[in-house]
């Protein structure tokens, strides 16, 4: 259980395009969802937290008006990176939780972004 | 603000050795403690988790103990294999949903 999947795996594309990713839960009702970024050899950074039907809450630093999230269900959560360009060029993790103790993040297999 | 340091940062050991990892944080205040593996590539992979009032947990070859008081944790992989070489990633958790990462330990098992 607590399976969490992200589409695409992998995107290229041009510099001023747009690009989303979506991000699932399978089997469970997610009330929280978040997004990480990763570049090649450091660590998971979170850029921002959604709770269904609100407005996410940035980490400082995260241009919002860049990195759009929408968090329509209790399912589904999606990043859309707005007029990317070459150093918008990441590994992309999404995760997700549901309210019990332990509040753990159950991790997407993440969607590799290229921007040429 | 946590900070997170993983050390070493790389290793490489013979197939067949008991190795440590390890994985130190700045602020003690925390809810739990988390364990990953990633694979070149991939996402996340959930190895162990440890409460705070927890002092280790196991499975498999994998044990992992936490000192909350000074900071600590450490995740020992017994026997290693060639299919355990990965990145090792620790994670504290603060909050509901504050998980501060590690840098990630590059573990190389060679046949």
């Known amino acids: 259980g607590a399976v969490v999947s992200q589409h695409p795996s992998w995107v290229i594309c041009k510099s001023g395009t747009s690009v989303k990713i979506e991000c699932r839960s399978l089997d469970f009702q997610a009330t929280t969802m978040f997004w990480y970024r990763q570049f090649p050899k450091q660590s998971l950074m979170l850029m921002a937290t959604?709770?269904?039907?609100?407005?996410?809450?940035?980490e400082q630093g995260v241009e919002k008006d860049k990195f759009l999230i929408n968090h329509a269900s209790l399912t589904l959560s999606t990043l859309t990176v707005t007029s990317a360009h070459p150093e918008d060029s990441s590994f992309y993790i999404c995760s997700a939780s549901y309210s019990t103790g332990s509040y753990e993040q159950y991790f997407g297999p993440g969607t590799r972004l290229t921007v040429t | 603000k946590q900070e997170v340091t993983q050390i070493p940062a790389a290793l490489s050991v013979p197939e067949g050795e008991n190795l440590v990892l390890n994985c130190s944080f700045t602020?003690?205040?925390?809810?739990?403690l988390q364990w990953f593996r990633q694979d070149p590539g991939k996402g996340l992979t959930s190895l162990l988790l440890?409460?705070?009032?927890?002092r280790e947990q196991t499975s498999g070859r994998l044990n992992a103990s936490l000192d909350k008081s000074s900071g600590r944790s450490t995740l020992y992989i017994a026997a290693s294999q060639p299919g355990d070489s990965a990145t090792y990633l620790c994670a504290v958790r603060t909050g509901a949903n504050n998980l501060f990462f590690g840098t990630g330990t590059r573990l190389t098992v060679i046949p």
């Open positions: 959604s709770n269904e039907g609100s407005k996410a809450t940035y």
């Open positions: 440890i409460q705070s009032s927890q």
């Open positions: 602020d003690s205040a925390i809810y739990n």
